[in-house]
């Protein structure tokens, strides 16, 4: 079982809602991502928090902002989101930037927007 | 040219044979290599681990990394039917992590 556990598994939200997917990782790791992914498609990194500082890919809209609380938890929140942003959303942790990258995965949370 | 090229597939094989995924890259700053598995509707398990060049073998998998021809694979022995999934190579240097396409991978009994 993964170390890395996401909440909730399976959204389904309207394009006016707001809701938040959730991360927490049991490995003392200093670093976390969000990732998306879409289908036949590999993973696309988001976000990344590492010793608490945030690194943003400039294509993500303002629609999704990541949130740390502490070095073990990592929150995404959601609003006013597309259609086309339904996907298979990646919470992931690395001992750190400097440490080869070595990401581990959790299951995901299947984001569905109507 | 992509930084990472990796045939998307898929690959059907029968239970028993010996899998070889593959991957080439570009960029001669990458350092560690890994390949992930993913089954349908799941997050990326990561399989193998591998700094620099030379072989790691665990169990009915071997990665291998031939930094000369940049060129990264993935073996798999005794393939079983519980092996099929998509099998995502990564690459990173210390600044950023790229991950291949994926080879969708089938072995039917």
């Known amino acids: 079982d993964t170390e890395v556990t996401q909440t909730p598994k399976h959204l389904v939200m309207g394009m006016t809602n707001k809701k938040s997917l959730k991360c927490e990782q049991h490995?003392?790791?200093?670093?976390m991502y969000w990732y998306k992914q879409k289908a036949k498609k590999p993973p696309e990194l988001m976000f990344v928090?590492?010793?608490?500082?945030?690194?943003i890919n400039e294509s993500v809209p303002s629609r999704f902002s990541p949130e740390c609380p502490n070095s073990s938890l990592l929150n995404l929140h959601l609003h006013a989101l597309q259609p086309e942003d339904s996907a298979l959303y990646l919470c992931a942790s690395s001992q750190g930037l400097d440490r080869g990258n070595t990401i581990y995965f959790g299951e995901g949370s299947w984001l569905t927007v109507v | 040219q992509k930084e990472v090229e990796q045939d998307p597939g898929p690959l059907s094989v029968p239970e028993g044979a010996i899998v070889s995924l593959n991957c080439t890259y570009s960029?001669?700053?990458?350092?560690?290599f890994m390949w992930y598995r993913q089954y349908s509707r799941k997050g990326p398990e990561l399989l193998m681990y591998t700094y620099s060049s030379g072989n790691k073998e665990d169990g009915r998998f071997t990665a291998q990394v031939d930094k000369s021809s940049k060129y990264i694979s993935l073996f798999i022995r005794d393939s079983q039917p519980s092996d099929s999934a998509t099998y995502l190579c990564a690459m990173s240097d210390p600044d950023k992590l790229i991950f291949g396409t994926g080879t969708r991978l089938q072995v039917f009994p």
């Open positions: 960029n001669s700053a990458f350092q560690y």
């Open positions: 928090y590492s010793y608490e500082k945030l690194s």
């Open positions: 490995m003392g790791h200093r670093a």
